[in-house]
């Protein structure tokens, strides 16, 4: 499991963590305005991390369920786009993967469309396809320490994956993000995919080995919405449309608490 460390500063009173999925550009569904809105929100907050969770690029093919003839931008103009518009946050982005659509042209070319974009952006090393443990550390626990050399910083421990599968029904996909705790032991979970945007929260005993103790721990549960318009191959589908709300992830540095609102 590839992990990332993101350190921010011992000054942040908290931190808002943006969790961008769900895309499509190059989708003639794509809604670019609100696509540009977000990042301009990232870009304007100034305690934010921006988390990029999959299908940034919609890069339809001719075999598959997109269709590759309606497409607004070629899978290289998606690139462009796609790197055009990070740029401005690329040094607020702390972990990356790959959604269905862009292993798409991984699996029938061997292209690795998000590296690419990664590399461009010089954010490479928080990069994974199939996905990022992430470890944030900001602010000071507390209040404390903030005189001296080394503050403790507050901690969370973050597991992002784009997802696959999911059901058409409300239910399945509650399930398939619930079931990221049986993967690894995190703090928050991040998931994609689904189109539907989504927050819980359930609890969990942790354990320390080194104390012999358990703590009881609330685990948050984020599902992202995507930024399309209906129709297209979800309208012929016969799915449901999708909400363009997205959850906001917040996290206090005084004491390990973590909401989202959407």
Known sequence: MHCVKADRPASWPHSNLYHICDLHLGDPASDYKLI??????????????????????????????????????????????????????????????????????????????????????????????????????????????????????????????????????????????????AIVDADIYLHGHCHLPMVMKQAFYRTNVSTSTVQIVDKLFVNAGATLDYGGYGQSGEFKPNSKANPIVHMDAREHNMTATL
């Open 36 to 181: 540009c809105q977000r990042i301009e929100q990232v870009k304007n907050d100034p305690y934010a991390v921006c988390v990029l969770n999959g299908d940034i690029l919609n890069t339809a093919l001719r075999n598959s369920v997109s269709d590759v003839y309606a497409e607004t931008r070629t899978p290289m103009q998606q690139i462009t786009d796609a790197c055009a518009i990070l740029e401005p946050i690329k040094e607020k982005i702390i972990a990356v993967d790959t959604g269905n659509h862009e292993a798409r042209t991984y699996r029938e070319d061997g292209i690795d469309m998000m590296r690419l974009i990664c590399r461009q952006l010089g954010i490479e090393a928080c990069y994974c396809p199939e996905g990022v443990l992430i470890f944030l550390r900001f602010g000071t626990i507390n209040g404390h320490g903030r005189h001296k050399d080394n503050p403790q910083k507050q901690r969370y421990s973050i597991y992002a994956t784009h997802g696959s599968g999911g059901g058409r029904k409300e239910g399945a996909k509650a399930i398939r993000l619930a079931d990221m705790a």
